[in-house]
């Protein structure tokens, strides 16, 4: 089978001792903010972005990998012990983890979040080593039209999918995509809408504009909330669950599982929206669903499932598309960008060692991420009682010196200034910053997309639809917008 | 008074304001046609789908009422953006340590109370961190003190 060959290609490269410790090294870190309740996956793949760009492309890749699901393990934490998300992946977490742990089951309620999602991790591994593969090498025959459509339905439906406003999340994306045009045109060589700023020739840059948006945005707003006394509830004395517990959970796991899976491959999909789902699944099938919100263990099990399946399966798009699903997946194309890799289905055949790399370590990163959150629960629980203020300027300082490290430019450190402050506004106006990111990513590949399109086509722009998988993609595109707006619209008619 | 418009208009005049400023950056660039695309094609387009996004959520927020504002806060807001700056306008005027110091100071007068040993400490502790980490370990090359350059 070739799919094994491949895989044990990927446990190669991913085995070496230098890329074991950066998969733990992401493992370590992304636990580290998924308990940390102000510090996301998506500010902290920004920030360690410049400290990766001194390491070889597919370490790089293994590490930030290791951030976002090794964030989903962490959260759970927090979720359980303290009633707060580490991130929003475990918002319904709390619902019944944190109920567990007030009738003294905080250990169960760890364990089963630990091995559920240790059960998606290998799941959904497994699931990207044979899915990718296949849907890539359809992705290889598109053209430009393809692929301008393509991308023009993985941005829609990533906000399609997401929370707010849709109108908001739509101006997002083409506010990203003109911010995505400043700097020298590749094509023509002209400076576009510099302001006469050399520094602006390369384009804003990627590092500043997401840091600026994600994590020194976070800080302004954690800072103006009053600190949260965080009370772990509890003392943890037995960890593993009883066989009650894991009756009850193993089917949850499982749906969970597939669940995520799924809801992961879609655009705006990943972590969140798989445990929303899952919770939600959970208790429509349950046979007491009363007993939701009151501790039930498969409460915990499916979302924590579900959000660590999706967490990875969200891979898949970027990998085998080169479409990034949401904000972090996002910076992750952005990071093989700036190691010369152009995310596609030509990855899998032009890097396979990158590829089934990243892909293998996820195997090795969950396993790791058990040993990290079980057996050293304790010393998780004791980083909750660190306050805020020691820890904020921290952040910044890694964000300073690591947008100056980019280019050796101050510059940069202006431009994170400027987009610490819009993100700001952002969160305050209700306006989604992940679609502006998304759209600032794809913004040169459309235009390049559109623009090749044409000149195929000798300047006619029914290229678009009439060749038939760009039109059926725009028709999805069509179809999601109007599912959204066709409600809004009757309802306001009703008034 | 709350005004009813909200954010909705605010966001709303803010995007054609940028859509305008964007087409007026791209005023001088050469169009071309559909099949020869100049730079200028593509960011005019896009600037016309802004404008019209910009006016869709005005006139929701006219019409039906968006949601209120919100207050900002403003020390946090302006003592972090003023910390950063004061680290890109320091770095290579002053050094690694002096800015870092910088940075602390301000962000920690954006923030909560805490006592002015412990901001010292922290500044401190991070000017450390930070140049043994960067500089040491990883190599960069900024400079460090006021007086060695």
Redesign the interface.
Request: with cysteine; net charge positive; aromatic share 8%.
């Given at each position: 089978m070739e799919v094994f060959a491949n895989f044990g290609l990927g446990l190669a490269v991913a085995g070496t001792a230098e890329n074991l410790f950066y998969c733990f090294l992401g493992a370590l870190i992304g636990t580290l903010v998924g308990v940390l309740p102000g510090l996301g996956p998506v500010a902290t793949v920004a920030m360690l972005l410049p400290v990766t760009f001194h390491l070889p492309a597919i370490s790089a890749l293994i590490m930030l990998a290791g951030i976002y699901y090794g964030a989903q393990y962490g959260a759970s934490t927090t979720a359980i012990l303290v009633n707060l998300p580490g991130e929003n992946s475990s918002v319904v977490t709390c619902l019944d983890g944190y109920q567990m742990a007030r009738q003294g089951r905080a250990g169960p309620a760890l364990a089963v979040a630990a091995l559920g999602s240790l059960f998606a991790g290998i799941a959904a591994t497994f699931f990207i080593a044979l899915f990718a593969p296949p849907l890539a090498e359809i992705a290889l025959m598109f053209g430009p039209a393809e692929y301008f459509s393509l991308m023009l339905l993985g941005l829609v439906a990533a906000v399609v999918l997401a929370q707010g406003s849709l109108l908001k999340a739509l101006a997002m994306i083409v506010l990203g995509l003109l911010l995505s045009l400043v700097g020298v045109d590749v094509n023509s060589g002209v400076a576009r809408m510099t302001v006469g700023l050399v520094p602006l020739n390369d384009g804003i840059g990627f590092v500043p504009l997401a840091m600026g948006l994600f994590a020194v945005a976070e800080v302004i707003r954690n800072l103006e909330r009053p600190e949260h006394r965080l009370l772990p509830q509890g003392r943890i004395t037995h960890l593993w669950p009883s066989w009650d517990d894991f009756r009850r959970s193993a089917p949850a796991v499982l749906r969970g599982t597939s669940l995520g899976t799924v809801l992961g491959l879609l655009p705006g999909g990943g972590a969140m929206l798989s445990s929303f789902a899952a919770y939600t699944l959970e208790k429509k099938l349950s046979r007491e669903p009363s007993r939701f919100g009151q501790g039930a263990v498969e409460g915990v099990a499916a979302p924590e499932s579900a959000n660590n399946a999706g967490a990875q399966t969200s891979f898949i798009p970027l990998l085998t598309l080169g479409i990034p699903a949401n904000a972090v997946i996002a910076l992750m194309a952005g990071a093989m960008m700036i190691h010369g890799v152009q995310p596609g289905p030509q990855v899998m055949t032009s890097n396979p060692d990158l590829f089934w790399g990243v892909i293998a370590s996820m195997l090795i990163g969950n396993c790791m991420l058990v040993v990290i959150n079980l057996p050293l629960i304790g010393l998780w629980v004791r980083l909750l009682h660190v306050p805020y203020r020691l820890f904020y300027p921290f952040l910044l300082a890694i964000c300073c010196i690591g947008v100056y490290s980019l280019n050796n430019s101050t510059f940069d450190v202006f431009v994170l200034v400027a987009f610490g402050a819009l993100g700001y506004a952002f969160l305050k106006w209700g306006c989604e910053p992940a679609p502006l990111l998304l759209a600032f990513v794809l913004g040169p590949l459309m235009e390049e997309n559109v623009r090749r399109a044409l000149v195929f086509s000798r300047g006619d722009a029914s290229t678009f639809v009439a060749r038939p998988i760009s039109l059926g993609l725009l028709l999805l595109t069509l179809v999601l917008v109007l599912a959204i707006v066709l409600p809004a619209v009757r309802r306001a008619r009703a008034n | 008074m709350r005004w009813r418009g909200g954010?909705?208009v605010?966001?709303g005049a803010l995007?054609i304001a940028?859509?305008a400023a964007?087409y007026w950056?791209?005023a001088d660039?050469?169009i071309g046609?559909?099949?020869?695309?100049?730079?200028?094609y593509?960011?005019r387009l896009?600037?016309w789908?802004?404008a019209g996004?910009?006016l869709?959520?005005a006139a929701?927020g006219l019409l039906?009422g968006g949601?209120p504002?919100?207050t900002?806060?403003v020390r946090?807001?302006l003592l972090?953006?003023a910390?950063?700056?004061a680290?890109?306008?320091l770095?290579?005027r002053l050094g690694?340590v002096v800015?870092?110091l910088a940075?602390?100071a301000l962000?920690?007068a954006?923030?909560?109370e805490?006592r002015p040993v412990?901001a010292a400490l922290?500044?401190i502790g991070?000017a450390v961190?930070?140049v043994s980490l960067?500089v040491w370990l990883?190599g960069?090359?900024?400079p460090v003190w006021p007086w060695r350059r």
């Open positions: - | 954010t909705d605010i966001v995007l940028v859509a964007g950056l791209a660039l050469r046609t559909a099949m020869r695309m100049g730079p200028g593509f960011p896009v600037c789908v802004l996004f910009g869709l959520l929701r039906a949601p504002l919100e900002w806060a946090p807001l972090v953006s910390a950063i700056a680290f890109g306008l770095l290579e690694l800015a870092v940075l602390v962000s920690r954006g923030g909560r805490g412990e922290l500044a991070l961190f930070c960067f990883l960069m090359t900024p």
